[in-house]
C-alpha cells in the first residue's frame, strides 16, 4: 500500500528558534491531511489541517505547507517553547475518514 | 472542542484473559470511531473501523476473533482483546468522526489506553 513517511526521527532545536518537521506522501490522490501532536502517554492531539486545494494555511505559531508537485508536507512552529516537544505525525485521510500516519518525528526542545 | 475518553488508563492482566475497553464521545454523536494500536516508539497503526449499527471493519492482518468491536451506541464503541498474550500488550487509540462543521468531518482522538499483558 502507500504510506505517508518521515524523513528526520528526532528533531532538537533551541527553544525560540523555528521548528520545521517534513513529510513525504506517496498516495496522490490524498486530498487532506492533519498534522498531529503526541504527548508522552497520551493520545494525538489535533495542530492544523489542509486540503490539497491549498499550499498553505497558519494557525496560531503553526504554518503548514503542501507541496503536491513533489508530495511533500511540512509542519513550522515559530518560537518554539519547551511545550512543544513531543512526537509529532502527519497524516492523510482516505476515503471513509481512514487515517494514514507517518512514521513520526520526535522534537527536543533545548531550554 | 469535541472530547473522547476512554476507560481504563491503564490496564495490567495475565495471560489467557480478556479486557474490554471503552471509547466515549462525550459531547457529540460518533456514527464512526476509529481503533489504532501503537507499540512503543512506533506510530499509529489502524487496527478496525467501527461503525454503529453495524459490523466492524477490520484491517488485514487484524484478527476479527480475538479484537473484538461493539458499537453499542452513537456515543461509545468498545474493543475487546480475548485471550490476550503478552504480544498483545501496546497502546491502544480510539477516535470518533464529528460530521460536519467547519472543517467538515474531524476525527477526535481518545487518550489511549496502556494494556500490559503478563
Known amino acids: 500500500g502507500e504510506n505517508v513517511g518521515l524523513h528526520l526521527p528526532t528533531l532538537s532545536v533551541q527553544e525560540g528558534d523555528n521548528s520545521i518537521i517534513n513529510c513525504a506522501y506517496s498516495n496522490s490522490a490524498s486530498d487532506y491531511f492533519i498534522w498531529y501532536k503526541q504527548e508522552s502517554g497520551k493520545g494525538p492531539q489535533f495542530i492544523i489541517d489542509?486540503?490539497?486545494?491549498?499550499d498553505k494555511r497558519q494557525g496560531q505559531r503553526v504554518t503548514v505547507l503542501l507541496n503536491k508537485t513533489v508530495k511533500h508536507l511540512s509542519l513550522q512552529i515559530a518560537a518554539t517553547q519547551p511545550g512543544d516537544s513531543a512526537v509529532y505525525f502527519c497524516a492523510e485521510e482516505a476515503a471513509g475518514n481512514k487515517l494514514t500516519f507517518g512514521g513520526g518525528t520526535r522534537v527536543l526542545v533545548k531550554p | 472542542g469535541a472530547v473522547v475518553s476512554q476507560h481504563p488508563s491503564r490496564v495490567i492482566c495475565k495471560s489467557g484473559t480478556s479486557v474490554k475497553i471503552e471509547c466515549r464521545s462525550l459531547?457529540?454523536?460518533?456514527?464512526?470511531m476509529f481503533w489504532y494500536r501503537q507499540f512503543p516508539k512506533q506510530s499509529l497503526m489502524l487496527m478496525a473501523t467501527?461503525?454503529?449499527?453495524?459490523?466492524?471493519?477490520?484491517e488485514q492482518g487484524v484478527e476479527k476473533d480475538k479484537f473484538l468491536i461493539n458499537h453499542a451506541s452513537l456515543t461509545l464503541s468498545t474493543l475487546t482483546v480475548t485471550s490476550a498474550h503478552p504480544e498483545d500488550s501496546s497502546f491502544y487509540i480510539c477516535?470518533?468522526?464529528?460530521?460536519?462543521?467547519?472543517?467538515?468531518?474531524?476525527?477526535?482522538f481518545g487518550p489511549g489506553t496502556r494494556l500490559t499483558v503478563l
Open positions: 459531547d457529540f454523536q460518533a456514527t464512526t
Open positions: 489542509i486540503r490539497s486545494n491549498m
Open positions: 467501527s461503525n454503529e449499527g453495524s459490523k466492524a471493519t477490520y
Open positions: 477516535s470518533a468522526v464529528r460530521r460536519g462543521g467547519f472543517r467538515s468531518d474531524t476525527q477526535y
